[in-house]
């Protein structure tokens, strides 16, 4: 069974730092475009970085650009989301996505194309 499972999630305080994991079972993330996306209360779900199956191409959502970085360490078949200098403005529900490199080589921050997703961990950034 294919799946990605988040964590690294929590409670942390203006200013703190987290770093999510997202680590797959019954595949290998080495061949897959990966996507973080968030959700917050009401809002809708949106991209928030994503990096190719090389590791070669990244990108971030204009309000995470300078304090998240993405990254993958594939014999450990995980990709990260490290985050740092948090707002309270970041506090949502986050997950990552999976979706190979033939059907998406480029990286891309819209729900399509993915097509294996986690169930996502709780971030809140609150004093």
């Known amino acids: 069974q294919l799946q990605l499972v988040e964590s690294g999630g929590g409670l942390v305080q203006p200013g703190g730092s987290l770093r999510l994991s997202c680590a797959a079972s019954?595949?290998?993330?080495?061949?897959?475009?990966i996507g973080w996306f968030r959700q917050a209360p009401g809002k809708e779900r949106e991209g928030v970085s994503c990096?190719?199956?090389?590791?070669?191409?990244?990108n971030f959502a204009d309000s995470v650009k300078g304090r998240f970085t993405i990254s993958r360490d594939n014999a450990k078949n995980t990709v990260y989301l490290q985050m740092i200098s948090l707002k309270p403005e970041d506090t949502a529900v986050y997950y990552c996505?999976?979706?190979?490199?033939?059907?998406?080589?480029?990286?891309?921050?819209?729900?399509?194309?993915?097509?294996?997703w986690g169930q996502g961990t709780q971030v809140t950034v609150s004093s």
């Open positions: 996505a999976a979706v190979h490199k033939t059907i998406s080589a480029v990286c891309r921050m819209t729900e399509v194309p993915y097509n294996y």
């Open positions: 019954g595949f290998t993330l080495y061949y897959y475009t």
């Open positions: 990096i190719s199956s090389s590791g070669r191409s990244t």
